[in-house]
């Protein structure tokens, strides 16, 4: 499985972004990674198989939206409000093959292929 993110930019804070992330083959739970300069990468937002449930961690809630369309196998990253504290490498992820609809996993470990990452930078 290839990854392919893009969409990320130098915006000011309070714009809005919106990462893509295409694969050739997309029949899996899609994740949204993030590392900022000297911190590891952190979980932002996950996205089941088939679109139904979808989870963030409590610094995106509210402001960024995961969605995807299995159509044309890409997942995007909707971030709205952005904040400098947003600012790092935005990585897209597939999950390990999981018979299970619904599964939406938030530990790095439970991801088989990343994509190369696309940097977004938010100034003040």
């Known amino acids: 499985v290839q990854l392919q993110a893009s969409g990320g930019g130098l915006v000011q804070a309070g714009d809005s972004l919106r990462l893509s992330c295409t694969a050739f083959?997309?029949?899996?739970?899609m994740g949204w990674f993030r590392q900022a300069p000297g911190k590891e990468r952190e979980f932002v937002a996950v996205i089941s198989r088939r679109g139904g449930v979808t989870s963030y961690s409590d610094s995106v809630k509210g402001r960024f939206t995961i969605s995807r369309d299995n159509a044309k196998n890409t997942v995007y990253l909707q971030m709205n409000t952005l904040a400098p504290e947003d600012t790092g490498v935005y990585y897209c992820?597939?999950?390990?093959?999981?018979?299970?609809?619904?599964?939406?996993?938030?530990?790095?470990?439970?991801?088989?292929?990343w994509g190369q990452g696309t940097q977004v930078t938010v100034s003040s």
């Open positions: 083959a997309l029949d899996r739970a």
């Open positions: 992820a597939a999950a390990y093959a999981n018979p299970r609809t619904f599964c939406t996993p938030v530990e790095k470990t439970s991801y088989a292929y």
